[in-house]
């Protein structure tokens, strides 16, 4: 389940959002969506729950701001608020009644005004909450830690109703989990395709070519970055392929591929000298030791380089808030 926060300052413009039509499709696209989709994109809100207000959009609004006027220092007194399932979920209409309550009341406006509908225009169900910030004593809802509150009740109600189960924001995670590090497919495709570029590669414009044809767009700067397919532009350094890096291994592979384009050279130099002492077949062994063992070097160099660590994936907040914390104890101790 996903779940969306919002504050603003027309109720109106949320209320009509809520209740009508999407406005950029024509009474033909509507039908014509509606028989290729079957959903119902001409009238596709029903409202499931009416809290202390009832009518159509403007009565719904003017309800609203007669009630607002009791608070002149709320800025923005609407809150909207949506929920939406799983593809292939499907509950009762008294389950989502049920589950848009639960929201209203994790947002403490559970005895506020505020309308729950179904939207029917999708695959995925899911449900739009208008509600009113300020309440009849004249209190508006707290809006802090708005994202938090929803991805808790979006876990709480995904077990309550046997949903599919979706783990919590990277941000709200404990600080042990949030050291985990975390799978990312978009970046390990990333690395595999600079790696496997790089292997084919013996020069920077033969590399970038190389991306390029694998769909990337390659910027380079001070340091390098990738676009992908979906437009997602990553840095290299967080791909474990920094710019420094990227030029090293092609500069690796330039020495090595020069070493052993010498070493059949001297092979066949060593052959056409005609009288040859043990001194002279001595040393062409021990050259020949020598290159293979400075390919071996480079080989081996080339190999750590182009194997790619992961980039910083893993979120450090609550390592840098401990270390912040940890200073200015000691800076407190210190003018004691």
Do not use: W
Not at 256 to 278: D, G, W
Not at 284 to 292: L, N, V
Request: glycine share 6%; net charge positive; proline share 2%.
């Amino acid at each position: 389940m996903i779940g969306h926060v919002s504050i603003g300052k027309s109720a109106y413009h949320c209320i009509s959002y809520c209740l009508e039509d999407k406005r950029e499709l024509s009474e033909g696209q509507k039908e014509q969506l509606s028989k290729a989709e079957q959903l119902n994109h001409k009238n596709r809100a029903e409202v499931l729950h009416y809290n202390q207000c009832f009518g159509n959009k403007k009565e719904l609004a003017a309800q609203f701001r007669d009630v607002q006027q009791l608070s002149r220092r709320c800025e923005k007194p609407v809150l909207h608020l949506s929920l939406r399932l799983a593809p292939g979920e499907v509950l009762s209409k008294a389950q989502l009644t049920e589950m848009g309550k639960a929201c209203a009341e994790e947002f403490g406006v559970g005895d506020h005004q505020y309308i729950c509908v179904l939207h029917k225009d999708t695959k995925e169900q899911h449900i739009h909450i208008a509600a009113n910030r300020v309440g009849f004593d004249g209190k508006a809802a707290k809006d802090g830690n708005s994202y938090k509150r929803m991805s808790n009740l979006c876990r709480r109600l995904e077990k309550q109703y046997g949903l599919q189960e979706v783990l919590s924001p990277r941000a709200f995670l404990s600080p042990k989990d949030r050291r985990i590090q975390r799978h990312d497919s978009r970046k390990e495709r990333m690395r595999k395709d600079i790696r496997n570029s790089l292997e084919k590669s013996e020069s920077y414009t033969f590399f970038e070519k190389e991306m390029r044809s694998l769909g990337y767009q390659v910027i380079k700067g001070r340091g390098i970055s990738f676009i992908d397919d979906k437009k997602v532009k990553v840095k290299g350094s967080e791909l474990g392929f920094s710019l420094s890096k990227i030029e090293k291994v092609l500069e690796l592979k330039i020495k090595l591929k020069q070493e052993k384009e010498k070493s059949p050279q001297r092979q066949a130099h060593q052959k056409s000298r005609p009288f040859q002492t043990s001194d002279h077949r001595h040393q062409a062994h021990y050259e020949t030791e020598i290159i293979g063992a400075v390919e071996k070097q480079l080989s081996k160099i080339l190999d750590e380089l182009i194997r790619p660590e992961h980039g910083n994936d893993v979120d450090n907040t609550e390592l840098i808030k401990e270390s912040r914390r940890n200073k200015k104890r000691k800076h407190r101790q210190m003018s004691r």
